[in-house]
T-cell receptor
Framework: KNQVEQSPQSLIILEGKNCTLQCNYTVSPFSNLRWYKQDTGRGPVSLTI?????NTKSNGRYTATLDADTKQSSLHITASQLSDSASYIC????????????FGAGTRLFVKA | KAGVTQTPRYLIKTRGQQVTLSCSPISGHRSVSWYQQTPGQGLQFLFEYFSETQRNKGNFPGRFSGRQFSNSRSEMNVSTLELGDSALYLCASSLGRVDTDTQYFGPGTRLTVL
């Protein structure tokens, strides 16, 4: 079964600290993996898109890594800010008889002053 | 450039009714996708359209349908509404291919079924 699992479910960190969110998937064959940030009550905002051949992709303070062999991805947030408080969603697109988009349940990040 | 717009923003319906939601993509974008978001199931893929053609469909019953017009605007329709259809319905557009291009999401339509 195609699945995307994220950990931790929620995370509380102090402003200025770094953190890493995890995403493991079983979707195969794999097309691409995306990380989104979703503020409460708003639509998701794209952070990174990675294909099979890409290992790392950065977007400002956000750096995503991908290990297609172990089917794992991580999102590293550097020098967190209060505005980073949001849900971070990992999305994997696979090609199994037509492209399928599978969402992780998300990691809820709280950044405290 | 204006972002993705969705109308209406909020909607209240009763069981058995039908509803039509509208999505206007960013100007020049040819691909539109629809998603359902609920607290219990999270985000789930509904449909994907490119140049008026449905390219992919998620695992939703036939009560959920959609279409895309020649100007790339898209609508989705849910017939015979059930309580479980209460959700935030999100639309996203991209310039071309969904599998490689950045998707831009609209603010969503919050549907409540009573």
């Amino acid at each position: 079964k195609n699945q995307v699992e994220q950990s931790p479910q929620s995370l509380i960190i102090l402003e200025g600290k770094n953190c890493t969110l995890q995403c493991n998937y079983t979707v195969s064959p794999f097309s691409n993996l995306r990380w989104y940030k979703q503020d409460t009550g708003r639509g998701p905002v794209s952070l990174t898109i990675m294909t099979f051949s890409e290992n790392t992709k950065s977007n400002g303070r956000y750096t995503a890594t991908l290990d297609a062999d172990t089917k794992q991805s991580s999102l590293h947030i550097t020098a967190s800010q209060l505005s980073d408080s949001a849900s971070y969603i990992c999305v994997v697109r696979g090609n199994t008889g037509g492209f399928k988009t599978i969402f992780g349940a998300g990691t809820r990040l709280f950044v405290k002053a | 450039k204006a972002g993705v717009t969705q109308t209406p923003r909020y909607l209240i319906k009763t069981r058995g009714q039908q509803v039509t939601l509208s999505c206007s993509p960013i100007s020049g974008h040819r691909s539109v996708s629809w998603y359902q978001q609920t607290p219990g199931q999270g985000l789930q893929f509904l449909f994907e359209y490119f140049s008026e053609t449905q390219r992919n469909k998620g695992n939703f019953p036939g009560r959920f349908s959609g279409r895309q017009f020649s100007n790339s605007r898209s609508e989705m329709n849910v017939s015979t509404l059930e309580l479980g259809d209460s959700a935030l319905y999100l639309c996203a557009s991209s310039l071309g291919r969904v599998d490689t291009d950045t998707q831009y999401f609209g603010p969503g339509t919050r549907l409540t079924v009573l």
